[in-house]
């Protein structure tokens, strides 16, 4: 049995008694990959795009930080969109990362953009990275990237992380049913013997363009079994309460692998994470169908907001994996690369 996070009074907790813990900020929306489970060429809303004052500010970004942070918030991860696309963002993480309660800041990227800005991040204060890629076959990686990606480039980023002192790096793949399934072992096999870890990712239904089929998923548990028949795994103990991945360990002591199961093993219960897009709505749920505007109480300082947060966070309910069969088929739900994965 793992321990409940610590709560006190004062920190609000939401109608299943789940606290705020983790903040994913979308620092822009765009992105420039057209991978078709999250941005598919020609099929994102044109509503989606925002021009540069849209975005929220460092300044705005900061303050919500600070005031997340007083509700319990110590974890974030900047995403995007590709966060790379901002400029400027070195400067942004330091001032996140010295802000008082923040104990850990990661960042997700596709690793196009990485090797030029690793060092930047790292002496900025960035702890943390995880890396998207979907495979390991260049010619499938190009078509998995929407015809935009290299996969030189994405492993160039990784080898300059490690250089610039990111020890482990997480390296998230999607896996989907006919398209990418060969990928599994070959991607295992390339970061056994590394301290990264690479997660594998059932394919969610997150927003309405991506065309998503549950004939699409390949259960978690399929893809565990077949790593275990080539090299045998254990089950490790959650890093912590509410982590998204289940991890395992290869039974040699060659590293670890994670699977994230949203859709046949669904984690609700123990969701403590909140999403605030690049123009600043509140999302509590990564399949939400709306945001809840924070730009104007942003602008009202850091106690007001963080009052109106945690007004925000009791009356939270979100559940929707745990629903997903029973949820109707056309149901509008905000679209990934605008909040974040």
């Keep these: 049995m793992i321990d409940p996070l610590p709560a006190t009074p004062a920190l609000p907790r939401d109608l299943l008694g789940r606290p705020l813990h983790d903040l994913r900020i979308s620092v822009i929306e765009t992105c420039n990959y057209r991978c078709p489970y999250c941005m598919p060429e020609g099929l994102t809303p044109d509503e989606t795009a925002l021009d540069r004052a849209s975005r929220l500010g460092f300044d705005e970004i900061e303050t919500a930080v600070r005031a997340f942070a007083r509700l319990g918030v110590s974890k974030l991860r900047l995403t995007g969109g590709e966060p790379l696309l901002r400029r400027h963002l070195p400067d942004l993480v330091a001032r996140l990362a010295a802000v008082p309660g923040i104990e850990d800041l990661a960042l ?3 690793g196009s953009l990485l090797a030029g800005q690793a060092h930047a991040l790292r002496q900025a204060g960035l702890q943390r990275l995880t890396v998207s890629l979907d495979a390991l076959d260049p010619a499938m990686f190009r078509s998995l990237s929407g015809g935009r990606g290299n996969l030189d480039d994405v492993l160039a980023g990784i080898a300059a992380a490690e250089a610039a002192g990111f020890r482990s790096i997480k390296v998230n793949c999607v896996i989907q049913r006919g398209l990418n399934e060969d990928q599994v072992l070959a991607i295992a096999g390339h970061f056994r013997g590394t301290p990264h ?5 059932e394919y969610m239904d997150v927003g309405n363009c991506n065309g998503w089929r549950r004939e699409g ?7 565990r079994d077949r790593i275990h028949a080539r090299w045998p795994l254990r089950s490790l103990t959650p890093t912590y309460r509410g982590e998204v991945a289940t991890r395992h360990g290869y039974e040699d002591g060659a590293g670890e692998v994670g699977f994230v199961s949203s859709v046949s093993d669904p984690f609700c219960g123990d969701c403590h994470r909140a999403r605030l897009s690049a123009d600043g709505q509140l999302f509590t749920c990564l399949f939400a ?15 007001a907001l963080a009052e109106h947060l945690a ?5 939270r309910a979100d559940r929707y994996s745990e629903q997903r069969a029973s949820a109707p088929a056309d149901r509008k739900k905000i679209e990934m690369f605008y909040i974040g994965g």
Aim: aromatic letters at 6%; hydrophobic letters at 35%; zero cysteines.
């Design 108 to 110: 997700t990227t596709n």
């Design 197 to 201: 870890v690479p997660r594998f990712i």
């Design 217 to 223: 998923v390949v259960p978690s548990a399929e893809l």
């Design 289 to 303: 169908a709306r945001g809840q505007p924070l730009r104007e109480h942003i602008g009202h300082g850091e106690d």
């Design 311 to 315: 007004g925000l966070w009791r009356v």
